[in-house]
T-cell receptor, first 119, second 114 residues
Framework: DQQVKQNSPSLSVQEGRISILNCDYT??????FLWYKKYPAEGPTFLIS?????DKNEDGRFTVFLNKSAKHLSLHIVPSQPGDSAVYFC??????????????????FGQGTILTVHP | NAGVTQTPKFQVLKTGQSMTLQCAQD?????MYWYRQDPGMGLRLIYY???????DKGEVPNGYNVSRLNKREFSLRLESAAPSQTSVYFC?????????????FGNGTRLTVT
């Protein structure tokens, strides 16, 4: 049973346009959400996170939106650049800081979305 | 500034053989994790160690054992490899008690079991 789902295996956008990557989750206990970016032959690298007490978090070109009632989060990249081409994983944790947990690394990942940004 | 180092990068095993995947971090992090990545499945947690001297099972621990040798090193052992264990294995670490701290991943070990 996939508790975190990324239903789009791939996304293709033009340079300069917006990329929107989506993620749905089913576990109501999840209270901390993250996006990781992965290049081939490398490990995932942290991109941006959001706690369940917020509905938006912004870091430069990257913004994550959380809709708790819909159990949905999305990552917006504006403007998209060719260097953003990678696999993007969303991840969720049920032991975040507001749940009193001490370890945020027990993550449940989605399947990943391959983003291709064309020049 | 190595971060999280995994060895080997690639390995081919025959069914029934054993091997140990090595992981070391130089960031003085307390917690360490082993994940596997399979096509269409994302990353799944195998085992983790919240601190030196402790280990716990994750989502998919069957067929694996781990050792937290010291604060720096966390190894993953396959006692009798099976084709279902063909995967890319990632080790990760994180500091303790810092809100928002993300996992820091190594570059992975690609394992093929024939």
């Amino acid at each position: 049973d996939q508790q975190v789902k990324q239903n789009s295996p791939s996304l293709s956008v033009q340079e300069g346009r917006i990329s929107i990557l989506n993620c749905d989750y089913t576990n109501s206990m999840f209270d901390y959400f993250l996006w990781y970016k992965k290049y081939p032959a490398e490990g995932p690298t942290f991109l941006i996170s959001i706690s369940s007490i917020k509905d938006k978090n912004e870091d430069g070109r990257f913004t994550v939106f959380l809709n708790k009632s819909a159990k949905h989060l999305s990552l917006h990249i504006v403007p998209s650049q060719p260097g953003d081409s990678a696999v993007y994983f969303c991840a969720a944790s049920a032991v975040g800081p507001y749940a009193g947990g001490t370890s945020y690394g027990k993550l449940t990942f989605g399947q990943g979305t391959i983003l291709t940004v064309h020049p | 500034n190595a971060g999280v180092t995994q060895t080997p990068k690639f390995q081919v095993l025959k069914t029934g053989q054993s091997m140990t995947l090595q992981c070391a971090q130089d960031m003085n992090h307390n917690s360490m994790y082993w994940y596997r990545q399979d096509p269409g499945m994302g990353l799944r947690l195998i085992y983790y160690s919240a601190s030196e001297g402790t280990t716990d099972k994750g989502e998919v621990p069957n067929g694996y054992n781990v050792s937290r040798l010291n604060k720096r090193e966390f190894s993953l052992r396959l006692e009798s490899a099976a084709p279902s264990q063909t995967s890319v294995y990632f080790c990760a670490s994180e500091p303790q008690g810092w809100w928002g701290s993300p996992l820091h991943f190594g570059n992975g070990t690609r394992l093929t079991v024939t």
